[in-house]
């Protein structure tokens, strides 16, 4: 995924001439500036948590998590979507099903064609796999499909972690947060909720691929109780 080419600054200094405030050199100068910047993080979170955003999606691999016996470490994640294995690293992977068998004797594999049969999620960022793997050649064959979190950059100077297509979005958040915690102006914080809600159906028709004006794909549920009632 590809960074904005907005700075955390830019966002802030947009947001604060969308409510009548000044410009600001440093996220930190002025209370007004400070507010922004904590809403920021906010808004952020809001947007990324808004759907299940494609750009949000990584396939770990073996050297992106740490293996101890059974156990998976996983870096702090999301949602865990799905956890694949292949018998040999070239060949098409399969997605595993998901079981309880924290009481079932685990073993390692016997071999580098040996597969995980199952997976098992023990906390936030572990998981069990039985049977496990217990070679640099035998982990590369099991890879995890999660959704990231996203978190503010440090410095102002620093471009924001998501696509510059959802700028707009990001930013109508930001609006309407600050007119209700910087102003406490119910109205414009009405006005920015509209626009987030537009800016927000456009990346999802985006992300679905569906046209303005026209669908780009068939709504099967419609379809199907359409068959339904017409039968």
Sequence with gaps: MANSTS??????????????????????????????????????HTLCTADNWSWLRKVLT??????????????????LHSVQTAQVVSYPAKELDYSDF??????????????????????????????????????QKVTFTVTSYVTLPALDSDTLPIPERYVPALTARLNLLMAERHLGDTAMADVFAREYAAELQTMRNSERMVSPRTHKYRDWETDRKSTRLNS
Excluded: M
Aim: one cysteine or more.
């Design 7 to 44: 700075t955390k600054l830019d966002i802030i200094n947009r947001s604060l001439l969308a409510v009548g405030d000044r410009r600001v050199s440093s996220s930190t100068i002025s209370p007004a500036a400070i507010k922004c910047h904590d809403a920021l993080r906010d808004a952020l």
């Design 62 to 79: 073996s050297s992106d998590v740490t293996w101890s016996g059974e156990k998976v470490t996983l870096p702090s994640y999301r949602v």
């Design 102 to 139: 924290t009481y079932i004797p685990n073993t390692a594999w016997s071999g580098d064609t040996d597969y995980v049969q199952f997976y098992h999620i023990l906390n936030d960022t572990d998981i069990l796999c039985k049977s496990y793997p217990n070679t640099l050649t035998q982990r």
